[in-house]
């Protein structure tokens, strides 16, 4: 208590302002989403709060936190959900807490402003995105969160437009297109990051079949929405190019084949270091993924697999280290980045890190881009190690399948991928969450088929089959290729795995891992640690995980029947700590194949939620059940063999990326209902469930090209239903 002697009316004013200056955070109400630079700096003085994506301006997702810990954890439980509403997609978003609000983002760039407390709805944001822009992103509708800032709330929607909220209302302040061309397919899924007076996003769409998509970021006024900058990841294929550093790296591609210059899409991480005044973002592979396309020789493609340093006031060129030169296994270089200090070689280092898809752990200096520490966290093949003198990899025979299709470790999926990881300066631990599993690369062009675009489809030269390698399907469409009992399996049994792994970025070692998920891709979440000695991640399967931070013992495990694949966050409101995230299937998952048996939306359907957890909190709600329907009599079949064929194709090339046959996040199109088979080119050629994320094709196929689809799903469909009534004989 503070004791007040009055003295005299000043005193008495004096003192109260002290009073109220100490209670503020109580009794003096913040405006909403009141977050600046200063507040940001000192944001471990504000445990309740989660300011941005990973909380503070290092990225951490790590909360100073401690009253949910590792002796009470145990009667963690539900406190409220809110559903996110249709469509049923991936949830990639970590909710900000700023003063007892929540503020998150979902599907297309929809924002939410939520009571955290209880969890109602306050406002909700529609980013009104193009429709046709769901046909962009190669891995689902998703959305990776919003920045808060000074009374606004800034989101990128799938279109690529970038929006400032109010965050009092819910109201647009302003929207800015960040698409240089809506001819090509870009699209922004991630984060927006505040540096400075601007706010910075990124795209991808390289990885989707069009000439000429160069990744970028740009920046916008924070302010006003006027454009600031632009740093182009990749040089102009020909002409005069748009900033000076790109006559560098032009000189590090060849120069045939310029409609083959693409790619270094910076589709998630970005960090900003307000001291040094450098916005940090790492970039894509090129496109397309097989190089030898462009020519023989080995070149380094700048600025693809970097991770770049720029201005935050100019985007001017600070410096790059590029992890993969001449990239042809999908090692894009975007995984969130964590700053902080680290002692190397008994000096402070103020470094930047980052778990790359490559399979290394890298640490640089921030300042000058120096590599400090580049070891491999998971399992590689590709590359026996970096070569610290000249930061590159040392290439191992595995890396070369243009010679024979290669089984390469790790796979496209990356050993991390855009799930946040963790870092907790308490343990001085990095909590990874880890893929450990290969696909095989296969050159087509040496296999007798033919590399080029195709659009609509991935930029695939090489190709990338996995553990559902479809050789037949994969050779009418491309040529014969060697059957996957040819290829050597290095670990059997551990084909595909995934791990939470504790780093430790000084000594460069895994100290504690569990086995999460196997046998399927399950996409287990990104974690968040606390200073209450505890890990949390998601997992695909529903359930949320709590370890020992230090030693990684289990103290939790809470069923959801929901998949989580977003990292949680947590916060303080009236007295109470809560953790929360946001759950559903999808991202990558939307093009590889059915929902894994393993994933909760297998058994449960993927409803879209963000679920809060508290001491003495109940049992999660599960989804309802989900239940897939039999096949029913299709349509009668009237077709030509030839007609199938090119149905075939064109249903691999134009709707495989996002249709699988079995329950999957998009309907089965052998089970459509007679309604959408007699509606069927309404929908597939004029939009008719564009809203929901199914856009138009008639820019791409004609009725002729729609017909054949059809009548292939036909054939399809009375497949499955033959043989489901063979079953049932
Ligand atoms: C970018 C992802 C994406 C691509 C590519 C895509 N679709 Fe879809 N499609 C969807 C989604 C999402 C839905 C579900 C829409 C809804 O819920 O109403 C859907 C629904 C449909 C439906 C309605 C199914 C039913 O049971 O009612 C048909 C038919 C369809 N798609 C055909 C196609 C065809 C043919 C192609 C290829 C030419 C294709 N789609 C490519 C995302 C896609």
Known sequence: MHSIRIVSGRAVFSALAVFFSLAAPVFAARPPADVDSARLAAAAREPSNWFTGGRDGNGTYHSPLSRINEKNVDSLGFAWEYDLGAPKRGQEATPIVVDG????????????????????????????????????????????????????????????????????????????????????????????????????????????????????????????????????????????????????????????????????????GLAYDPALDLVYFGTGNAAPY??????????????????????????????????????????????????????????????????????????????????????NYTYVNWASGIDMKTGRPVLTETANWHIAPKNVYPSWAGGHTWMPMSWSARTGLMYIPVIDASNVWVDIANNGGQVKYIDGFFTVGGIMPDTAYDAAGLARLYGALPPLADLSRERDGHLVRELIRAWDPVAQKVVW??????????????????????????????????????????????????????????????????????????????????????????????????????????????????????????????????????????????????????????????????????????IVLRGALSGNGMGRFDDLLSEQDADAIHAYLIDEAWKGWNAQQQAAR
Not at 294 to 306: E, K, V
Not at 539 to 554: I, M, P, S
Not at 671 to 677: A, E, I, R, Y
Request: with cysteine; glycine share 12%; hydrophobic share 35%.
């Open 101 to 268: 609000v929540m503020y998150t983002s979902g599907t297309w760039g929809f924002v939410y402003a939520l009571d955290a407390a209880t969890g109602k709805l306050l406002w909700k944001y529609d980013p009104e995105a193009t429709q046709q822009a769901a046909r962009n992103p190669c891995c689902d509708l998703v959305n990776r969160g919003v920045a808060v800032w000074k009374g606004r709330v800034y989101v990128a929607s799938i279109d690529g437009r970038l929006h400032a909220i109010d965050a009092a209302t819910g109201k647009r302040v302003w929207v800015a297109d960040t698409v240089v061309d809506h001819a090509l397919p870009y699209t922004s899924t991630g984060a927006p990051l505040i540096a400075g007076k601007v706010v910075v996003i990124g795209n991808g769409g390289s990885d989707i079949g069009k000439t000429g998509v160069r990744g970028y970021i740009s920046a916008w006024d924070l302010e006003t929405g006027r454009f600031a900058w632009r740093f182009y990841a990749v040089p102009a294929a020909t002409g005069p190019q748009e900033h000076p550093d790109l006559e560098a790296a032009a000189k590090t591609w060849d120069p045939r084949k310029p409609e083959f210059h693409g790619g270094g899409s910076p589709w998630d």
């Open 290 to 375: 097989d190089l030898t396309q462009i020519g023989p020789t080995q070149f380094d493609a700048l600025y693809t697999a970097s991770i770049v340093a720029v201005k935050g006031s100019t985007g001017q060129y600070a410096w790059h280290y590029q992890t993969v030169p001449h990239d042809e296994w999908d090692f894009d270089t975007v995984q969130k980045f964590v700053l902080a200090e680290l002692p190397v070689e008994g000096k402070t280092r103020q470094v930047i890190m980052q778990a790359s898809k490559n399979g290394f752990f890298y640490v640089l200096d921030r300042r000058t881009g120096e590599l400090l520490g580049a070891k």
């Open 513 to 682: 891992e569990h086995e999460t998920s196997t046998g399927a891709r399950g996409y287990d979440g990104g974690t968040m640690s606390t200073a209450g000695n505890l890990v949390f991640q998601g997992r695909g399967n529903g359930e949320l995980w709590v370890y020992a931070a230090d030693t990684g013992k289990v103290l939790k495990v809470i069923p959801t029947g929901s998949h989580i694949m977003a990292a949680p966050s947590t916060f303080e409101v009236g007295g109470e700590q809560l953790v929360a995230v946001q759950a559903g299937y999808g991202g990558a998952g939307i093009t590889v194949g059915p929902t894994p048996a393993s994933s909760a939306a297998s058994r449960y359907q993927n409803v879209n939620r963000i679920i809060a957890f508290k001491l003495g909190g109940g049992t999660v709600p599960l989804p309802a059940p989900l239940v897939v329907p039999p096949f029913t009599e299709p349509p009668a079949q009237t077709t030509t063999p030839g007609q199938l064929t090119k149905g075939e194709t064109l249903f691999v090339q134009e709707c495989s990326r996002c249709h699988q046959f079995g329950p999957s996040i998009t309907p089965d199109l052998r089970k459509m209902s007679p309604v959408s088979h007699a509606g069927f080119k309404d």
